[in-house]
């Protein structure tokens, strides 16, 4: 091969950044991580997989389906024994699982079929069940959605209708749509399964609940008499969630034990009596915060992977500019770079610090909870589930344009950043598809201010609403650029627009015949202020963490500088909701952009220092464009070769293919 | 197997659909095509490919890249084989590529190679070569990219050293970075390759030219001396453009004659004297306007497809509402899924009319070329690139919230939006990175004001700037909603915005000491002022074409229908523009949000009409959920079960990876 292949402008960029940084990055990783203690936790754990060749992952992307699958079940044995091997904690466990990045049917063995049971199993259910699960003697996972219903959780068609004679539920698939469809680990893994069925009982029917049924032979991983079981086919992207065994479900009149039904919230008799356990359904819904609040850390996790490839790469990258000596501009010195890579740098930073809250919220609700005090939780439901769907929204979206910041060489799988589309958008709709939520919060929402008007003012992120009045009248007092940064400043600006926007909504249903219909017709407005509300929260949390000491010079100044790109982007984009509410003027605006360009140069030095205090492994971000090294170029060039198209010099299509069309031979070959 | 496996339920949906169209679909249909005698043709070449079972594309998705890329080989073989079998004419043979529906080597051939070839060669270089292109008795491949250059092609590094002793330009890749990286074709198929080098001679570098160079052996395909290729490896998403081999490419001093330099505008003697032809290079644009036109027009054809799939199946997807014996609500019916949908099926429309008015443009071009009047040209630089982009980022960004509205089922590959999604996206990248285009734009607009001032009126696309006096100070005089429904209100409101939008730029750049800098500090302005001028060209040719008759009973309501709703859409999500300017009030938006719901509305009962007159076959779409006939249910089911994985009823990681695992026997077992 001809001439030298290496290319040292990468590491000499990288290393020139690093000088640059004005801040502490040890004490920003310590942030990041939550802890002095959790990062040395994490360390250890993410440097454990990094180092251990099972849980490679470069090939992945060219891999098949079925190759991926298998070897995903290599990886989960693996970690599994590594748990027990090192006897680790339920914390390093999970954190294993998290490094390795790999979805794979233990993701819903741990994550959800454990969980049903814990919420909805009673003691004598989570004695029996939980210990089985947790040695892994079975493999459960989490059958809900159908071919005809997902969103529609009432609508589900699968029935469970309770024998008498036999004290047995037969669980059976009435038409085709019933048919179980999408549940991961369900298609080639799980032993078992929660599933959500319509419970009949003396022909009557008392609407979904939750059984868990054997689908599998726990001899030889048969499907029971009765299951028909299976994969249910190739998804979205290279890798990424292929790694998964989604599958499908039906039951022929298979019989489960009655005690299969879950029964924290509802008995049968073995006489086929349906009794009310009288256990608040409520006191589950702690399960729901803790698992929004990791969807929102996944947000900021993925996020951050992500602009850490484009940040690190931009600023390898070089084109135009340059000669006489001087080499070509680094791209992250374009503005045009700077102002779609920064703010999802900033809200990396949103978002985990929003998470971080979301665990605080967790346990207030817990504790609160434990005395039966329920009052918070609308506010709760509609705060999680608003966030869960602005933060995936934004996450997936930023990743693509992460992607797109690379150029061509985004679009390359060694580029890392395909597969982590691939696998971070379904988070979009699973968990509740993310307009569906906008909507349960926009309810939250006119509610509450119905509220208002009766005096009774909401708590918690809502609180700010029963100021509506003051928010819908005062206008932004704007007048310099600098006085934009400031915190109350900008939280007032999202404040009264999120009111203002709600108040209109609020005022549209109020005049309107049909509560419904009208929420329907103006379902757009309705999900613009369910937005603006929840980017109230990110705001105001992140204000409040900037109110905290933070370890190290320089962390405190340059993350107030990120709060302000996080707000100030938002307000930029948004700005017709602004401006249309009458609380901007077009002035105002302008200051708030000349502000947010001001805010650019101060990250700009310290961009890579942003996203080198992630502290994301090179296996963990698994791009060659996002090495930490910066050794970008030599790295594509080698991988190219890995290629399994490139095992022959000469393609195998060429004899069959290319060579009778060269040779002018295709009227007798026989293609 | 349980239970009857069918669902007559989608079916019937489309059909109660189909009964309800208020328009003429078959006339539509032509006005699609452009035409009677153009429908004709295009269905006979789209049922010709969709029965050829070679041209089969089901499986794609769940194949790996050395497979694609063999296939893919195979298709283009028996397509040129019934090209010539069957004596197509061009039009006809391009047809068959493009339904085939499959990026492949081929494309490169006939779409770069052979035109590069057709604008830089000399009549005597094009003689020699295009016979032996054209009966394919060579493969060729357009080499431009290099792995550290793109977006800037004059930063080239591979180098063409003249050797007058010889007679020969010396080909070498200097330096890693050198290295061609990404040219389709190249990686596996291609024989030759119009390379992109410096032209060196007598010392001295002439900058970058066009050189046709072998790559490979005629004889064995073999990779000729010097010369190192292979494929880059994997790329986004399942199946999509992994069927390509885009390649890389380096020379070790690897000589080819003199004569393969491509001479129409400079030639280097036999003495190494470097000499202008003074052919004008502006005679080579005209395909550039050609090729752009194409790529509006795929733009139009993907975001039909994917437009198609999304409304089909919305249409047949229902959730949530019903009992009572009543059928639940199909989602089409919800408001927020048709805001999100109706806009992009309006889109498809106007991608649709302004493609085809630019190959009246092409035309016009051609013809001034002929005269040397070579006035119009940067105008129509500036409008092809900004319509480039801001059509096939609106394209890739649309096709990715079609599958989003399909809910989780989206994700699945045999909707067929991933692969769409996925073969699509590079078009933002490849003939120009969007964001650069745009700023072409904006500099061609600054440039174009200046001289406004100076009593210069830009032409075409432009020539509304002519009035910036006037529409930077009247505003809109909408009072009632319904004065929205006004093609030449709509035209000026999308006139006035833009034009501001330019002012305010050029005001700013007027002020500064150094242009560049001021450019590069308010790029995002110039990026909003751009685009805001691509849309006025949408929207005006839309308008435009409204005034042509329309074959078929409401068409042309309908038609206009949708161009309301293109436009009011626009001026919705660009709202802050339109208002930050003074062009539009509050109140004045409201409206127009109005209206655009009331369009909506007559939208509905036509979206599967209008969906069906694109006539995709079901083979083109490559989508279960937007199968023509609606029986979505069973074929996912059906297509579940050719999924790999279920080969085995139990999985292959069962053995080695699950067994210990359930058997707690992971200690002995070696994974
Ligand atoms: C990768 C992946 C993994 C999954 N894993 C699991 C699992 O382990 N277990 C499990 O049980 N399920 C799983 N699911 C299923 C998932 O929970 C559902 O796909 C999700 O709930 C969305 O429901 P849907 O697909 O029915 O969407 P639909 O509800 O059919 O949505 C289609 C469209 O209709 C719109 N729409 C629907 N209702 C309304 C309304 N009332 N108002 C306005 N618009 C509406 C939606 O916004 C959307 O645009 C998984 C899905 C995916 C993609
Ligand atoms: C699927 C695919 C097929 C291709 N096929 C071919 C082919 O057949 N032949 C061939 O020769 N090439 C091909 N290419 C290469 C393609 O033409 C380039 O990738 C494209 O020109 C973009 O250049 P780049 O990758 O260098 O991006 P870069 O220029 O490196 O872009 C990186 C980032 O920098 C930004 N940036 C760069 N310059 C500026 C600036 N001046 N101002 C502001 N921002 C800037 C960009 O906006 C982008 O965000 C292909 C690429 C792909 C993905
Ligand atoms: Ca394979």
New binding site residues.
């Given amino acids: 091969m001809a001439g030298d292949l290496t290319d040292p402008m990468g590491p000499n960029a990288l290393r020139e950044e690093r000088s640059k940084v004005e801040f502490d990055v040890e004490a920003m990783k310590v942030v990041w991580a939550g802890g002095v203690e959790e990062k040395n936790i994490q360390d250890r754990i993410k440097t454990l997989v990094a180092n251990d060749p099972v849980f490679d992952k470069k090939s992945r992307p060219g891999l098949d389906h079925k190759t991926l699958v298998k070897l995903s079940m290599k990886k989960a044995a693996h970690a599994f024994k590594l748990f027990q091997e090192q006897n680790m904690t339920e914390h390093e466990a999970t954190l294993v699982r998290y490094y390795v990045d790999e979805p794979g049917f233990a993701d819903l063995h741990w994550g959800m079929f454990i969980p049903a049971i814990k919420g909805q199993g009673t003691e004598e259910q989570q004695k029996k069940w939980l210990p089985l699960a947790q040695k892994m003697s079975i493999i459960g996972c989490y059958a809900q959605t159908e071919l005809g219903h997902g969103s529609n959780v009432q609508g589900l068609e699968t029935e469970a209708v309770f024998d008498p004679s036999a004290d047995e539920f037969v669980l059976h698939s009435p038409s085709l749509t019933s048919t179980k469809w999408w549940p991961g680990g369900l298609g080639k893994a799980s032993t078992h399964a929660v599933v959500y069925a319509r419970l009949i009982t003396d022909g009557k029917d008392y609407g979904v609940h939750a059984f868990i049924a054997q689908i599998r032979s726990l001899e030889d991983h048969h499907p029971l008499p009765g299951v028909t079981v299976g994969d249910i086919g190739v998804k979205f992207s290279n890798g990424g969630y292929n790694t998964m065994d989604n599958g499908l479900l039906r039951f022929d009149h298979v019989r489960i034990p009655r005690e299969n039904l879950l029964m924290r919230l509802a008995t049968v008799t073995k006489e086929g009596k349906y009794v009310k356990s009288g256990y608040p359904k409520q006191l589950g819904y702690g399960a729901m915060v803790s698992v929004r609040a990791h969807i929102i850390n996944d947000a900021s996790d993925f996020l951050s992977r992500a602009v850490t490839i484009a940040t690190r790469y931009?600023a390898v990258?070089r084109?135009?500019g340059g000669g006489d000596g001087k080499p070509e501009?680094q791209?992250i010195d374009?503005k045009?770079?700077q102002s779609r890579l920064f703010p999802i740098l900033a809200s990396s930073y949103a978002f985990r610090f929003v998470g971080e809250w979301m665990t605080t919220l967790y346990d207030d609700v817990m504790a609160r909870l434990q005395v039966n005090d329920f009052t918070t939780l609308p506010e709760v439901h509609a705060c999680t589930a608003g966030l869960k769907s602005i933060c995936t929204s934004y996450t997936a979206k930023s990743i693509e344009e992460c992607r797109?910041?690379?150029?061509?060489?985004g679009?390359l799988c060694s580029s890392g950043l395909p597969e982590l589309y691939g696998a971070y958008v379904p988070s979009c709709t699973y968990e509740g598809d993310n307009t569906i939520l906008l909507f349960q919060v926009a309810r939250y929402l006119i509610k509450s201010l119905s509220q208002v008007g009766g005096g009774k003012n909401p708590t918690g992120t809502a609180a700010y609403l029963g100021n509506i009045r003051r928010l819908a009248t005062e206008n932004c007092r704007v007048k310099q650029g600098a006085e934009w940064l400031n915190y109350q400043t900008v939280l007032e600006a999202f404040q009264a627009r999120a009111a203002r926007l709600s108040g209109a909504c609020a005022l549209k249903l109020n005049k309107a015949p049909d509560l419904e219909a009208a929420f329907e017709e103006y379902s757009t407005d309705m999900g613009e202020a369910a937005q603006a509300h929840c980017q109230v929260i990110i705001v105001d949390k992140f204000a409040e963490k900037m109110k905290s000491e933070f370890p190290g010079k320089g962390t405190k100044d340059i993350l107030e500088v990120l709060f302000f790109v996080y707000s100030l982007d938002l307000i930029t984009r948004h700005a017709a909701e602004f401006l249309s509410t009458g609380y901007l003027t077009s002035e105002q605006l302008a200051l708030a952009k000349d502000q947010l360009r001001a805010c650019f140069r101060k990250v700009r030095p310290n961009a890579v220092g942003l996203v080198d205090a992630f502290g994301h492994t090179d296996h963990y971000l698994g791009s060659i464009l996002g090495r930490y090294d910066g050794d970008v170029y030599p790295n594509l060039y080698k991988a190219a070769w890995e290629e399994p198209l490139n095992d022959t010099v000469v393609a195998e299509g060429y004899e069959p293919y290319l060579r009778p069309i060269l040779k002018h031979q295709l009227r007798q070959s026989k293609l």
């Fill in positions: 931009s990258r084109q135009f501009i791209v374009y045009s770079q797109i910041l690379c150029g061509g060489h679009y």
